[in-house]
């Protein structure tokens, strides 16, 4: 019990610890509404530089310098989300944007989750077609229990 | 339960090694495929690092072959490529133009001093905005431009004796017939 709360423990002190290391840029904005849009925008977006955190997450350079850039599009330029999403794939690829488009080379990718569920469905399917082995009978259960109790 | 679908596990097996297999030596997760080859080199303006007054825009980069090289003081793969570039540079005479990204001027002219200069015009490029035009994630990175200004050619990483071999001469050998 004291070990499983320890780990609680741990695991509570980690958490807030990435909370609090994650960077915070003072950026001006002239609405609610752009904020939001750019917390959404850098939660979503990967950081190139580092293989499995978004803009929001990083402390890199590199994440700082697109994180700028996300704000000025967003102020200045007034793009909206699909073209600041666009504006970054162009630059950097799609390994910027966490959600991969759906294209020839990446349906696998999509349709993976749902092959797999279907065969699941396809094996406990045959699993419960298969019939039951019928009950012992009366004879069978005597010759059961003699087995059972001889030694 | 029939004879072929004792199979069916070792086969499970197999896909998973195989899928497994080809995922992890398609490439190397840090080397991102560059979204802009084949594309124009994106349009800028920035000043020039030895003669700050001056601009220099998209314009300079035209008329001939040359290889766009963004490189910093802070980093020890710049300092380890730039013999390299001066050999280049010399034996080729490519011309070869530097983006000094997110760097200090004067530790760049001075460091140019010391180590020798393989560059025919120098773009300060003190906050990064030109790197992000150009997808650039860590320096050095280099980018080779046909006559046109077309990105031809891309490398993350340094230039090296192999990668001058295998990469970047015969995409200038490319350039040059084209």
């Known amino acids: 019990m004291a070990e499983r709360l320890g780990v609680l423990l741990l695991a509570f002190a980690w958490a807030t610890a990435a909370l609090a290391a994650s960077p ?7 609405s609610d509404a752009q904020e939001s849009r750019y917390r959404a925008l850098i939660a979503e977006l990967r950081c190139p530089k580092c293989l499995n955190t978004n803009l929001a997450g990083s402390d890199a350079p590199i994440a700082q310098d697109l994180r700028r850039t996300v704000h000025r599009l967003i102020t200045e330029e007034g793009m909206s989300d699909d073209e600041i999403l666009a504006f970054l794939q162009a630059r950097y690829g799609d390994f910027v944007l966490y959600d991969p488009p759906f294209r020839p080379d990446t349906w696998v990718l999509w349709l993976a989750p749902v092959l797999f569920l279907a065969a699941g469905a396809l094996v406990l399917w045959r699993m419960l077609r298969q019939p039951r082995p019928a009950a012992l009978s009366e004879q069978e259960s005597a010759e059961l229990r003699r087995i059972l109790e001889r030694d | 339960m029939s004879r072929a679908s004792l ?4 086969s499970v097996f197999a896909l998973i090694i195989g899928v497994g297999w080809i995922g992890f030596s398609l490439n190397d997760p840090h080397e991102l495929p560059s979204a802009l080859l084949g594309k124009p080199f994106p349009d800028f303006e920035a000043p020039r690092l030895h003669e700050p007054d001056q601009r220099v825009s998209r314009d300079d980069l035209l008329g001939e072959p040359v290889l766009v090289n963004v490189w910093a003081t802070w980093c020890p793969t710049c300092a380890a490529e730039h013999d390299e570039l001066l050999r280049i540079r010399d034996e080729t005479g490519l011309r070869i133009v530097g983006v000094n990204y997110k760097d200090d001027a004067a530790k760049a002219r001075r460091w140019l001093e010391a180590y020798g200069n393989p560059y025919d015009l120098i773009i300060q490029d003190p906050d990064g905005s030109l790197g992000v035009e150009l ?4 320096a050095p990175e280099s980018f080779l431009l046909d006559r046109a200004g077309t990105i031809v050619y891309k490398r993350v990483g340094d230039i090296n004796p ?11 050998m490319q ?3 084209g």
């Open chain 1, 24 to 30: 915070v840029d003072l950026y001006d904005f002239d």
């Open chain 2, 175 to 177: 350039v040059m017939d």
């Open chain 2, 7 to 10: 199979f069916i596990p070792i």
């Open chain 2, 162 to 172: 192999r990668i001058w071999r295998d990469e970047l001469r015969p995409a200038l």
């Open chain 2, 135 to 138: 997808g650039v994630y860590g």
